[in-house]
């Protein structure tokens, strides 16, 4: 009878000590720019992507219309173009491609802002094919090794172009269920919250799927920002978080994302049936 005296008490003092406050809180940021910028040394048209930050979760991001971007080394300068209109998305000319040994500048201009950032690039390197397996409890077949995320190479991000819509009885389906792209990354750091992070959702997939991998190679800057990037999401809700902080950046004047200049590995690969005693279950 005592204790359940002394808690009851306890609570009446813990909720005499509640004093009601009232915080000046902002409803919405101010908006910054971000910048979504990757360019490789494939002969390609390629973009630069700006959109603007949003002020509720789950907002889909407005582009950033009306800007004039410029993408330059020592030798050249190149005047990228909005395309399509009020898209957000600028692009280069269709002959450009970035060259080893140049340093690159990204120079974006709206409403009398400038932002500005400075990339190189690393050699790229050729890579193993990536392995699959079969799931025995629906017959199709999903990614089992892409890489080792942990190397003391160089970092690299693997990307990984799916596409099975040419197999029988998938072709009239449409795109968004024949086609995937799955992101991995090979960094030099090693991570309590990525070794603990939460379960990615798996993309299965028929015999016969054509695979493109393509590794783009990372300098140490691009790798950090990636890391930092990875903490805050995909590998935060595990069983380590961290304490959530803004991720850095190579942009100036408080602009958000990074400018990086990659080279580019590719292979491609087809989907073969395993043997029966290589079918296993997740």
Same mark, same amino acid.
């Given at each position: 009878?005592?204790?359940?005296?002394?808690?009851?008490?306890?609570?009446?003092?813990?909720?005499?000590?509640?004093?009601?406050?009232?915080?000046?809180?902002?409803?919405?940021?101010?908006?910054?720019?971000?910048?979504?910028? %990757?360019?490789?040394?494939?002969?390609?048209?390629?973009?630069?992507?700006?959109?603007?930050?949003?002020?509720?979760?789950?907002?889909?991001?407005?582009?950033?219309?009306?800007?004039?971007?410029?993408?330059?080394?020592?030798?050249?300068?190149?005047?990228?173009?909005?395309?399509?209109?009020?898209?957000?998305?600028?692009?280069?000319?269709?002959?450009? /491609?970035?060259?080893?040994?140049?340093?690159?500048? =990204?120079?974006?201009?709206?409403?009398?802002?400038?932002?500005?950032?400075?990339?190189?690039?690393?050699?790229?390197?050729?890579?193993?094919?990536?392995?699959?397996? %079969?799931?025995?409890?629906?017959?199709?077949?999903?990614?089992?090794?892409?890489?080792?995320?942990?190397?003391?190479?160089?970092?690299?991000?693997?990307?990984? =172009?799916?596409?099975?819509?040419?197999?029988?009885?998938?072709?009239?389906?449409?795109?968004?269920?024949?086609?995937?792209?799955?992101?991995?990354?090979?960094?030099?750091? =090693?991570?309590?919250?990525?070794?603990?992070?939460?379960?990615?959702?798996?993309?299965?997939?028929?015999?016969?799927?054509?695979?493109?991998?393509?590794?783009?190679?990372?300098?140490?800057?691009?790798?950090?920002?990636?890391?930092? =990037?990875?903490?805050?999401?995909?590998?935060?809700?595990?069983? /380590?978080?961290?304490?959530?902080?803004?991720?850095?950046?190579?942009?100036?004047?408080?602009?958000?994302?990074? /400018?990086?200049?990659?080279?580019?590995?590719?292979?491609?690969?087809?989907?073969?049936?395993?043997?029966?005693?290589?079918?296993?279950?997740?």
């Amino acid at each position: 009878m005592r204790r359940v005296v002394f808690i009851t008490g306890l609570l009446f003092l813990l909720q005499g000590c509640v004093k009601q406050t009232t915080w000046p809180v902002r409803e919405t940021a101010p908006g910054k720019i971000i910048v979504d910028a %990757i360019i490789t040394d494939e002969v390609k048209a390629q973009r630069v992507t700006l959109t603007s930050t949003v002020g509720q979760l789950n907002q889909a991001a407005p582009p950033v219309t009306g800007a004039s971007v410029i993408i330059s080394n020592e030798d050249s300068t190149w005047s990228l173009t909005e395309n399509p209109a009020n898209s957000g998305i600028y692009q280069t000319v269709p002959s450009f /491609f970035a060259r080893p040994g140049k340093n690159y500048t =990204l120079l974006i201009s709206h409403n009398s802002n400038i932002y500005s950032a400075k990339a190189t690039m690393i050699p790229g390197t050729f890579f193993p094919e990536l392995k699959y397996s %079969i799931d025995q409890k629906n017959n199709l077949y999903y990614v089992d090794w892409v890489a080792n995320a942990f190397g003391t190479a160089d970092a690299a991000m693997w990307e990984l =172009l799916i596409d099975w819509s040419a197999v029988a009885g998938y072709g009239q389906m449409d795109s968004l269920s024949t086609h995937a792209r799955m992101l991995f990354y090979t960094l030099p750091t =090693l991570d309590v919250s990525e070794v603990f992070a939460p379960q990615l959702e798996s993309v299965y997939f028929p015999a016969g799927t054509v695979i493109t991998e393509r590794r783009y190679s990372l300098t140490p800057a691009h790798a950090e920002f990636i890391r930092e =990037l990875l903490l805050e999401t995909n590998w935060t809700g595990g069983l /380590f978080n961290v304490a959530a902080a803004n991720v850095s950046t190579n942009l100036s004047n408080g602009a958000l994302g990074f /400018f990086g200049v990659c080279t580019v590995n590719q292979l491609s690969l087809t989907v073969s049936p395993l043997p029966v005693f290589m079918k296993k279950s997740k």
